[in-house]
């Protein structure tokens, strides 16, 4: 899948998308539907709520696809920080924290903030998960 990132700002704040790692969860649509409109291009309108709102929204993503940068902070990397991982119910493991992961051929890519893992098998986006454990009915 194609390394996409788009940004919608807001102020000093700037929502950055990766659709790539986005698992299709549906919390950013539930928490702030007047801010995320699946159906609609773009499909991001963050003048709909206020910056706090949207940044507590983001905390809540689940594969990291979701996140924000703010104008004069620097983003700093903890390559030290704990890596944690949770079994979402019918759905990906999500590995929360700085990961290598190690491709059979030997590549190594690094991943940051939260990698959702596929366990149904379906994701066509391997070792990714892409919402396919939704299409499928996966239990597990």
């Known amino acids: 899948m194609k390394d996409i990132t788009k940004r919608y700002e807001k102020g000093d704040l700037t929502i950055v998308w990766k659709p790539a790692k986005c698992i299709h969860a549906g919390e950013c649509v539930k928490a702030l539907p007047e801010v995320y409109k699946p159906n609609e291009k773009p499909w991001i309108s963050p003048e709909h709520a206020t910056i706090e709102e949207i940044q507590a929204q983001i905390a809540k993503c689940p594969s990291g696809a979701l996140s924000y940068e703010m104008k004069g902070e620097e983003v700093?990397?903890?390559?030290?920080?704990?890596?944690?991982?949770?079994?979402?119910?019918?759905?990906?493991?999500?590995?929360?924290?700085?990961?290598d992961v190690k491709y059979a051929d030997g590549t190594v890519e690094k991943k940051d903030n939260v990698t959702a893992f596929c366990r149904?098998?379906?994701?066509?986006?391997?070792?990714?998960?892409?919402?396919?454990?939704?299409?499928?009915?996966?239990?597990?």
């Open 120 to 140: 149904c098998g379906a994701s066509s986006n391997k070792p990714y998960c892409d919402g396919a454990h939704g299409k499928i009915g996966f239990q597990g």
């Open 76 to 99: 700093v990397e903890n390559s030290e920080a704990m890596v944690s991982v949770e079994v979402m119910s019918n759905g990906p493991l999500l590995c929360k924290g700085t990961v």
